[in-house]
């Protein structure tokens, strides 16, 4: 998904993936991703390893930490999975994030296991591994895309954080609806007002949907920018300032008004700390869904593009009533988690 600018965002450069799937191919000497990649990390792997947030560990002259090592292979892996069986296993295994190659010292090494997982000679192999960093440079380029698209990410990250968020998504009724309950602790004294941000799944060719944003409870809405085709920001304003480690409940019910079809699934992503997650979701008995997933962890472009049947170990029961449940605890940031459904 690749939002249109939305007001104050400015259009970026189309991003060559030809450039990506070279850096993808620096990274292929000796033991991959399981060695030392520090000098030969790529300017656009990096920013698409930062996941469209300031990265302080990604310091200049190209040292880059194991955890951010770490994190570009995670997000490597997940940008792969569309791909098809054994190209998704050509790039990963030149890359030595195949499980069975993980501890292989060479990149010929792994190249010649690929062979003969595929029972064709080395330089067959070769052709299947440059036409795989090729595909996966594209899917990148399209992650790429759509993190330049995004406005800032909230300023106020470090003022306060989630203890517990509640969400029920309700689909039985005129138009989906979310009633959402958090329960926030202030880092800070003084605390006044949060910004929020809320992000509405459209695809890009089709008009912004229109929202109905109510408060139930805990606090008045003051403002409300749309900032880009699927986001909204808004302004809460506490009843009191809050002491640095007192918490706070607000309740915030959301309406989707009619304007054209949403995508199916709903999921939250923190752009700050998140201790706790519980999702709901209310299905009309009268149309109930193929299957639902749980999403725990995922990059926004797996969701976004996902297509055919979730594993066993992904499915979530829908009970008698018409409603899917799950929890998430410790939340990482920038990462979607919730349920997701096909009909």
Known sequence: MTPLPGPGVVPQPEIDYAVIAAEIRALRRGRGLRGDVADRIGPLLREFAAAGRPSEAMLPGGAVPAQER?????????????????????????????????????????????????????????????????????????????????????????????????????????????????????????????????????????????????????????????????RTKFVIRLPHPLRAGEAHEYKLRVRVLPGGPMRDYYVFRPERRCDGFDVRVRFDRRRMPAWVRRVDGEDVHIYNSYAGTPRSAELVAVDDTGEAVQAFSQLAPHFGFGLQWSW
């Open 70 to 230: 770490a994190q570009l292979a995670r997000r490597l892996i997940e940008s792969a999975t569309p791909l098809a069986d054994d190209l998704r296993k050509a790039v990963l295994a030149a890359l030595a994030l195949e499980p069975a190659t993980q501890d292989m010292r060479t990149y010929e090494e792994r190249r010649d296991w690929l062979a003969e997982q595929i029972n064709r000679g080395p330089r067959t192999a070769e052709r299947r591994i440059e036409t795989a960093q090729k595909l996966l440079g594209q899917e990148i380029a399209s992650v790429l895309a759509w993190q330049r698209s995004r406005p800032p990410l909230l300023a106020d990250a470090d003022r306060w954080h989630i203890d517990h968020f509640r969400a029920v998504f309700l689909l039985d009724g005129d138009h989906p609806e979310a009633v959402e309950t958090r329960l926030i602790v202030s880092d800070t004294d003084g605390l006044a007002e949060l910004a929020v941000a809320l992000d509405l799944p459209v695809d890009s060719d089709k008009p912004r949907l229109p929202l109905d944003l109510e408060m139930i409870s805990g606090g008045d809405l003051v403002r409300v920018e749309d900032v880009a085709q699927t």
